[in-house]
């Protein structure tokens, strides 16, 4: 499953049209986790996600694809990925977990985060730290990409963050192995895969130019999932919640480049010493 292929890299020019569309990406998910709130339902999130994604210039990248009826993939509670928008009305306290893409000129951004619906006030204690497990476990995973890295090395980092988390909150958090992170650039998911957890093979070489997205899902019991009948929503098989952090990153001689965070990633890889470019 993680053989050694090349990776893609791309120019300095190519890096900057995915920036544009990447910051169509996380501006839309600032949008929903602002709007989102108790008795919306998930196609109204859709909706409006859809019409700020072609109202920045861009074209969602969800929509159609292989089918996807929704510009946005929209997982409550036991839903760890894939969830359809529709009719189902949300409840103070659900977790949410909201994944989006945009394509502008071609080039793709993909991004996800997970929320309280009705604000952090609003939920458990114990959903409240997965969220913050699961982003924190993002960064580390996005720190640990360097020119000269072995590509796995996200995945270990990712892994020894969840730990640690767990350990902190007194209990075992499980990393999702059947959804993992992927190159992108002219198509939503490219090679090579990324996974979120350690391996044997240390893989290829990580190269100024390659582009990735890093995206953990963690749960808060068991990691098996299952797919749902409508052939898309994947949920936890023993009903237990889970979270997913996503973001696009390009690795440049400078640093890494997080181009679906309006800030480059300064303030998610500050606590690893790790400095973006700017």
Same mark, same amino acid.
């Given at each position: ?99 989006? #893409? ?11 985060? =997970? /929320?309280?619906?009705? !604000?952090?006030? %609003? *939920? $458990? ?22 020119? #000269? ?11 020894? =963050? /969840?730990?640690?988390? !767990?350990?902190? %909150? *007194? $209990? ?35 190269? =100024? ?19 749902l009948d409508d052939g898309w929503t994947v949920v936890t098989k023993d009903g237990s919640r889970a979270a997913h952090f996503e973001h696009t990153v390009a690795i440049t ?26």
């Amino acid at each position: 499953m993680f053989g050694r292929s090349r990776i893609e890299t791309k120019t300095p020019e190519q890096i900057a049209r995915m920036r544009r569309a990447g910051l169509v990406v996380g501006q839309t998910l600032q949008l929903i986790a602002q709007t989102v709130r108790p008795g919306m339902t998930t196609k109204a999130l859709d909706e409006l996600a859809e019409e700020h994604i072609r109202g920045s210039g861009a074209k969602p990248s969800f929509l159609g694809y292989h089918g996807f009826s929704g510009s946005l993939c929209t997982s409550v509670n036991d839903e760890v990925v894939h969830g359809i928008p529709g009719l189902r009305v949300l409840h103070e306290g659900d977790l949410l977990s909201i994944d989006c #893409g945009a394509i502008v000129d071609g080039w793709h951004g993909d991004a996800a985060i =997970s /929320v309280i619906v009705g !604000g952090r006030d %609003a *939920g $458990r204690p114990e959903d409240l730290a997965l969220i913050d497990a699961t982003e924190d476990s993002m960064w580390a995973g996005i720190a640990a990409l360097a020119v #000269g890295q072995p590509l796995y090395a996200v995945g270990a980092a990712v892994e020894d =963050s /969840v730990t640690a988390a !767990g350990e902190r %909150a *007194g $209990r075992e958090y499980g990393i999702v192995e059947d959804y993992v992170g992927h190159g992108i650039g002219t198509e939503m998911h490219q090679d090579p895969q990324v996974p979120n957890y350690r391996v044997r093979d240390r893989g290829t070489t990580v190269r =100024s130019g390659v582009t990735v997205a890093i995206e953990p899902m963690v749960t808060v019991g068991d990691a098996a999932t299952a797919e749902l009948d409508d052939g898309w929503t994947v949920v936890t098989k023993d009903g237990s919640r889970a979270a997913h952090f996503e973001h696009t990153v390009a690795i440049t001689a400078e640093g890494p480049w997080v181009l679906t965070a309006e800030d480059g990633g300064v303030a998610g890889l500050a606590p690893f010493g790790v400095t973006p470019r700017s």
